[in-house]
């Protein structure tokens, strides 16, 4: 066989079997049930209206210039659409082909920068695939994963490979043009240090450091021209107010909290320490894996280029996402592989000089095995906690019909991971990853329903397809206007005098309200009724909601309300 096919064979080999696996899991996963609101949902709602409206350079949101993301994204929705038709299943399967490449490229990327630890390279991908939080985030039509692609390329560049160690320049320079194009300046954070520290964990940086700083620099410029091509036109064509929030307000008023000044802006402003505390949970299942921490705390220099590689990239990214007041768990998403990349790298070292404790049974897994245990005997006892009341909670008691179910799931789970020998890190991670797609299940058979805005998107679909105008009490964030295919903005309604003034206007219209609680009137006099997350959605009749806000009796429906789904006592308490 020639040594390049042969080369080929080995490479395809390497992807066995976890790319598969992961792949399986996440079609069973994404397809198990609707895009989720509001992430997925409000992607859908610009892509949607780029495409009816024809809006290719600007993104756009129920009538106006969408200045929170970049369109690559949208584009590349936008060119399945045209092959396969405008459908949500073109969406999902491109996640799935992201979170696909992600697992490629980080294996890639521990192979080169592990050359002497083999076991790195096979070990990345199965520790980043298990990942609980990425998993379930992963399944999202969101940019994170896309950017995720786009940083571990980039850094994929600056890697030596065995035949060349100078960085792919060029190619360094048209991912951070694609990140930039995927979800803006952030991305030269995720790459920025290891770049910067390039001379600490590359030896051709260290050698050559001029050309090294001037063609990465070079790069980034290249980058930050492809962002600019599309956002100076861009910008003249959204009109003033969408250009001073593109290229100020929206990027700002993440890093700092006083620049905010638009209500809609998700600047999401949180404490210093806030991802350092929920770091365990981000990296769940292997903070739960004592070995892993003992093999951090065994490593002591010289540390070989992977690792110091993988510091150089997470800790001063860990620091700086820390101090910016906007802080989101996916936005850490391109930091996880490299954490596990550090883990991967930090047990090969603890196998080849410590092979006491990366034997030691006390070490494995069994934390997470008898976790696992305990959580399937809470599983069990769910339907004898919730009907003895001693559990109030609709979640709880959603999930209580199948809990039973899946306590086996996890059980078998746990033994597994109480198993001795050797495999102990595929068994962590098979046991995430079935884990977590279980616990997906279980919410797709018990909880989705609070989370399907199809029966609500129906109604309001129906109303603009007969002419009659849609408004909302308080935000709009277009979870209606895909699942509907509404061609109509949503008219917004901040207060009191809105409503009634719409109303007067639009008597044959309907208005959306999100109450925490839901009232008698509610199902006496809406349209339609269902639950959403831990609130409700109701359709009203806008001259009927207008009365029972000004305190005027309205007049009886000609029909009942749709209730979704079918009432219960227990849900819904009784009719009036």
Not at 59 to 83: D, T
Not at 155 to 180: D, H
Not at 186 to 212: K, Q, S, T
Not at 497 to 516: C, N, S, V, W, Y
Request: proline content about 7%; overall charge positive.
């Amino acid at each position: 066989m020639p040594m390049k096919s042969y080369r080929r064979s080995e490479d395809l080999r390497a992807l066995w079997p976890w790319l598969p696996l992961w792949t399986l899991g996440a079609l069973i996963a994404i397809f198990s049930h609707g895009p989720m609101p509001l992430y997925s949902t409000r992607t859908l709602a610009v892509a949607w209206e780029m495409w009816h409206e024809h809006h290719w350079l600007v993104p756009h949101i129920n009538g106006e210039p969408y200045s929170e993301k970049v369109p690559l994204l949208f584009w590349l929705i936008h060119a399945g659409w045209f092959v396969f038709g405008v459908s949500d299943v073109w969406p999902r399967v491109l996640e799935v082909i992201f979170g696909a490449t992600q697992l490629v490229l980080v294996s890639v990327l521990a192979r080169r920068l592990f050359p002497n630890r083999p076991w790195v390279a096979k070990a990345a991908p199965w520790m980043l695939l298990a990942l609980s939080y990425a998993f379930l985030f992963g399944l999202q039509i969101m940019y994170e994963v896309l950017l995720v692609d786009c940083v571990l390329g980039a850094l994929l560049c600056l890697t030596p490979k065995t035949r060349r160690a100078e960085p792919r320049w060029l190619l360094f320079g048209l991912l951070i043009g694609a990140g930039l194009l995927t979800k803006g300046p952030v991305m030269l954070l995720h790459i920025a240090f290891p770049w910067l520290l390039g001379p600490m964990w590359n030896d051709w940086a260290r050698e050559n450091r001029r050309r090294w700083y001037t063609c990465g620099g070079l790069a980034m410029l290249l980058g930050l021209a492809m962002l600019l091509a599309w956002a100076i036109p861009a910008g003249f064509s959204g009109g003033d107010a969408y250009r001073h929030r593109l290229f100020f307000t929206q990027t700002a008023g993440r890093v700092v909290k006083e620049v905010q000044t638009d209500q809609k802006l998700q600047s999401h402003p949180r404490w210093f320490g806030w991802y350092l505390v929920w770091l365990p949970m981000l990296l769940f299942p292997f903070s739960g894996w004592p070995r892993v921490w003992v093999a951090l705390g065994a490593l002591r220099k010289p540390l070989d280029h992977g690792l110091r590689f993988a510091l150089c990239w997470l800790v001063p990214s860990l620091v700086v996402f820390s101090v910016i007041s906007g802080k989101q768990w996916y936005y850490l998403l391109p930091e996880f592989a490299g954490w596990m990349l550090l883990l991967a790298g930090a047990i090969a070292v603890l196998r080849e000089r410590h092979g006491k404790l990366a034997d030691n049974y006390w070490l494995g897994s069994w934390p997470l095995g008898l976790g696992s245990i305990f959580f399937a005997g809470f599983l069990f006892a769910l339907p004898y906690l919730t009907q003895g009341h001693h559990l109030h909670n609709d979640w709880v008691e959603g999930a209580a019909s199948y809990s039973r179910t899946f306590s086996v799931i996890f059980l078998l789970l746990g033994c597994l991971l109480l198993v001795r020998g050797r495999g102990e890190m595929r068994r962590v991670a098979i046991a995430g990853l079935v884990g977590v797609l279980a616990l997906n299940t279980l919410f797709t058979l018990t909880l989705w329903r609070k989370y399907d805005l199809t029966p609500a998107s129906t109604v309001i679909a129906t109303a603009e397809a007969e002419n009659r105008a849609i408004a909302i009490e308080g935000n709009y964030e277009g979870q209606f206007h895909f699942a509907g295919r509404l061609s109509q903005p949503i008219t917004e309604l901040w207060d009191g005098e809105a409503m009634q003034d719409f109303a007067r206007k639009h008597p044959d219209g309907l208005i959306i309200t999100h109450p925490d609680k839901l009232e008698s009137s509610a199902l006496r006099y809406a349209v339609l009724v269902q639950p959403f997350r831990s609130s409700w959605v109701e359709v009203w009749p806008a001259s009927t909601l207008a009365d029972l806000r000004a305190g005027r009796t309205p007049d009886e429906p000609s029909q009942p309300p749709t209730i979704f789904p079918a009432p219960t006592a227990l849900q819904y308490g009784s009719q009036p």
